[in-house]
C-alpha cells in the first residue's frame, strides 16, 4: 500500500517571500501521479498543483512550483511571493495510475501542513 | 464550475442515532468518494462508488455504509452513531481524469 508523509505539521512564511512544503511517499509503482490540495479556512478543498510521474520535468502553476525527485520519493511544493490568500491546510496526495479495481483514482493524502502567512 | 453539494455544513447528533450525509454533484462523473479528516491524519477513504448501485470499500468502512441509487447523489449513512465518529466529512468526484473535486464538507459531532 502507498502512504504518503508531511512532515511538518505547521510552517509559517512573511508576505512576499518564499516557502517550500515538504512531502515524501513509498510505493513500489512506477507510474502515479502526485497532487498538492489547499484547503482554506472555509473548508472547500482545491486543487493546486499536479505532477504525472513519467514526467521529468517539475510542474508549474504561477507562483507554485514542485521539486519532483522520483528517486528519492519526494514532491516538495515551493510557493513564491507568498500572499495572505495562502494560507490554508495543504495537502499533498497519491494516485495511482490504474483506473480499475480498487483503486478507482482513490487519492492516499499525508497528514497536511497549516501555512500561516505573515503581513 | 464543478459544484459538489453537501446536504449539511455543521450538523450535531447523538450516540445511537441513524444519521445519513448526502453528496451531489453536477458534473456526471462516474467516481464519488467519502473521505474523513481528522487532525494530524490527514484525509481518510471510507468508500467510494464508481458507478450506480456499485461500491467499494475504502480504508476505514467500519461503522459507515453508502447508497448509490442515481449517478449524481451518493450518500454515507452511520447507521448507529458513535462518538468516534465526530469528524469531519468529505464528499468528492472524479472521472477517470487526474484530480478529485470536493465539497465543502460536513462538521459532524456525535455527543
Known amino acids: 500500500a502507498q502512504t504518503v508523509t508531511q512532515s511538518q505539521p505547521e510552517m509559517s512564511v512573511q508576505e512576499a517571500e518564499t516557502v517550500t512544503l515538504s512531502c515524501t511517499y513509498d510505493?513500489?509503482?512506477?507510474?502515479?501521479?502526485l497532487f498538492w490540495y489547499k484547503q482554506p479556512p472555509s473548508r472547500q478543498m482545491i486543487l493546486v498543483i499536479r505532477q504525472e510521474a513519467y514526467k521529468q520535468q517539475n510542474a508549474t502553476e504561477n507562483r507554485f512550483s514542485v521539486n519532483f525527485q522520483k528517486a528519492a520519493k519526494s514532491f516538495s511544493l515551493k510557493i513564491s511571493d507568498s500572499q495572505l490568500g495562502d494560507a490554508a491546510m495543504y495537502f499533498c496526495?497519491?494516485?495511482?495510475?490504474?483506473?480499475?479495481?480498487?483503486?478507482?483514482?482513490?487519492?492516499?493524502f499525508g497528514q497536511g501542513t497549516i501555512l500561516t502567512v505573515h503581513p | 464550475d464543478v459544484k459538489v453539494t453537501q446536504s449539511s455544513r455543521y450538523l450535531v447528533k447523538r450516540t445511537g442515532e441513524k444519521v445519513f450525509l448526502e453528496c451531489v454533484q453536477d458534473?456526471?462523473?462516474?467516481?464519488m468518494f467519502w473521505y474523513r479528516q481528522d487532525p494530524g491524519l490527514g484525509l481518510r477513504l471510507i468508500y467510494f462508488?464508481?458507478?450506480?448501485?456499485?461500491?467499494e470499500k475504502g480504508d476505514i468502512p467500519e461503522g459507515y455504509s453508502v447508497s448509490r441509487e442515481k449517478k449524481e447523489r451518493f450518500s454515507l449513512i452511520l447507521e448507529s452513531a458513535s462518538t468516534n465518529q465526530t469528524s469531519m466529512y468529505l464528499c468528492?468526484?472524479?472521472?477517470?481524469?487526474?484530480?478529485?473535486?470536493f465539497g465543502p464538507g460536513t462538521r459532524l459531532t456525535v455527543t
Open positions: 496526495a497519491y494516485r495511482s495510475v490504474r483506473a480499475g479495481g480498487t483503486s478507482y483514482g482513490k487519492l492516499t
Open positions: 510505493t513500489s509503482e512506477s507510474d502515479y501521479y
Open positions: 458534473m456526471d462523473h462516474e467516481n
Open positions: 468528492a468526484i472524479g472521472r477517470y481524469s487526474y484530480e478529485q473535486y
Open positions: 462508488s464508481y458507478d450506480v448501485k456499485m461500491k
